[in-house]
């Protein structure tokens, strides 16, 4: 079945520098989701992307997903202590199932 | 509004012990799923329903799981004969489904399973 990966799997960040993390498929995907998990809390639903080339903002994030759908990004900007958490990039099936990536774990220096 | 609630939040228990693990989504949510976090495997599907069927239930790994949804709203998630690999935390999350199109999940904050 389709798989993603997720890269980096670990970022270590000092406060108020940007950074981006990727999730990359072989295979055309037909949306992605975004979930963001606090240390100690579950999976938080961020956004979904549908469309080739989508790009969407939420505040200091910024979520694209590729031209050939086979990949996507979210890149933080002016990162805070309140960015800390994994975000996990996520497939879904017809039935809605999620398929997570290993998710990158974002630890923000002060 | 109430979000999705799941029982107990912490589990101990001899290897060998059955237990049941309780999800209750949000009202109105028609889909609800299982899945399983633990260290070496991330986060992994287990089971699907969609009201009190189970269309999709391909990622539970032996026959020692079996879940169940009742009044197409409460599931419970059982283990039997329980293995020390089975210790993890096990995620319910609930879903509106409609028109295709799909929909985000709103998970709830777990149980973490511990097998002695």
């Known amino acids: 079945g389709q798989q993603v990966m997720q890269i980096p799997q670990y970022q270590h960040v000092q406060e108020g520098e940007d950074f981006t993390t990727y999730c990359n498929s072989s295979?055309?995907?037909?949306?992605i989701q975004w979930y963001k998990q606090r240390p100690g809390g579950h999976p938080v639903f961020l956004i979904q992307l549908v469309k080739s080339g989508e790009v969407k903002k939420q505040k200091r994030l910024t979520f694209q997903f590729g031209e050939a759908k086979k990949n996507s990004s979210l890149h933080i900007t002016a990162t805070q202590t309140t960015d800390v958490g994994t975000y996990f990039c996520a497939l879904t099936d017809s039935w809605g199932k999620l398929q997570f990536g290993a998710g990158t774990q974002v630890v923000v220096t002060p | 509004g109430a979000g999705v609630s799941q029982s107990p939040s912490n589990k101990v228990t001899e290897k060998g012990k059955d237990v049941e693990l309780r999800c209750d989504p949000i009202s109105g949510h028609t889909a609800l799923y299982w899945y399983r976090q633990s260290l070496g495997q991330g986060l992994e599907f287990l089971i699907y329903?969609?009201?009190?069927?189970?269309?999709?239930k391909s990622g539970l790994p032996s026959d020692r799981f079996s879940a169940e949804r009742t009044g197409g709203s409460v599931s419970t998630l059982t283990i039997q004969r329980t293995q020390q690999e089975d210790s993890a935390v096990y995620l319910c999350?609930?879903?509106?489904?409609?028109?295709?199109?799909?929909?985000?999940?709103?998970f709830g904050d777990g149980t973490r399973l511990s097998i002695l």
């Open positions: 329903f969609q009201g009190n069927s189970a269309p999709d």
């Open positions: 295979t055309t995907l037909s949306n």
């Open positions: 999350a609930s879903s509106s489904m409609g028109g295709g199109t799909y929909q985000p999940q709103h």
